[in-house]
């Protein structure tokens, strides 16, 4: 007789063990099913995470590829600054349609970094300042006929910048486009790129600080040193001259407000407040 079959054979087999062993598949199946898709879903967001990526980035590469000799791609920047400290540099400007190329040299032959450079941008009127540190000398023919030439620029003026070791240029903007900046290096490069948003500007009225027009003087330069700390800005008007502009508010009383704090700081220099839109230069 075979005893341990018998005990086998006198184990009891409980009412539900069918119904367990099938809560237990089903339990199993959608388990895997689960796993299936988390698996999916993982797949999924990379996927997106890449098609975002590339719809942020194919832009950078598509004006890009339209100007040779670029090296490799630091930062893009509408407002903010880069670059590295220099001194004795030279810039020369080219022109390719959508996008203005500034190149950089020393007596050693091309930098493999940009200068230390801002951009900042202003909404009354809407133009971009583009200053530029360590550079000795600029072919700003060529850079003002580069701008110039670009669709989205109204205009393009440079600075009175008393510093002879800094640069900087004005370019005012037609209604709804924007700049950004794209530093380069290994060679250094700043690539300005102008576009059409399609957006149009709404005519909403901006305060801010402005002084009687002047001359393109020392003192234009000099009134800036004096306000460095406010940004001051110049501005030319539709006559010619040049004025310098400090802040942008939502109200004239706010405007007033820091009138006064100003002049308190600095005394009075004849700044008043004065307003204008996106799209308004000062006649004088």
Not at 49 to 68: D, E, G, R
Not at 119 to 126: G, I, L, R
Not at 241 to 268: F, K, M, P, R, W
């Amino acid at each position: 007789m075979n005893i341990g079959k018998e005990k086998y054979d006198s184990i009891p087999i409980p009412d539900a063990l069918d119904e367990v062993v099938d809560s237990a598949m089903r339990r199993a199946e959608r388990s895997k099913h689960l796993h299936v898709l988390r698996r999916t879903a993982a797949c999924a967001a990379v996927v997106v995470c890449v098609l975002f990526a590339s719809a942020n980035i194919m832009p950078i590469y598509t004006y890009a590829s339209q100007i040779p000799v670029l090296g490799s791609i630091v930062q893009v920047l509408q407002i903010g600054s880069g670059g590295e400290i220099t001194d004795g540099v030279q810039g020369q400007a080219e022109n390719y349609g959508e996008s203005v190329k500034i190149s950089f040299s020393s007596a050693d032959g091309e930098l493999n970094a940009v200068p230390h450079y801002s951009v900042t941008h202003y909404s009354a009127p809407d133009r971009v300042v583009l200053t530029l540190s360590g550079v000795r000398g600029i072919d700003f023919e060529s850079l003002l006929g580069s701008l110039l030439g670009t669709d989205g620029v109204l205009d393009a003026y440079r600075m009175m910048i008393l510093d002879d070791s800094r640069f900087g240029v004005v370019i005012l903007l037609e209604d709804g486009w924007s700049c950004e900046a794209a530093e380069y290096s290994d060679p250094g490069a700043l690539v300005l790129r102008f576009k059409d948003t399609g957006e149009r500007s709404d005519g909403s009225e901006i305060y801010y600080l402005r002084t009687e027009a002047m001359p393109y003087t020392d003192e234009l330069g000099l009134l800036c040193e004096e306000y460095h700390n406010e940004n001051a800005a110049q501005l030319k008007t539709q006559s010619g001259e040049y004025i310098v502009t400090i802040g942008e508010y939502g109200s004239e009383s706010e405007a007033q407000e820091a009138l006064e704090a100003l002049n308190e700081l600095h005394g009075d220099h004849g700044l008043f407040v004065a307003s204008g839109t996106a799209q308004t230069v000062p006649e004088n």
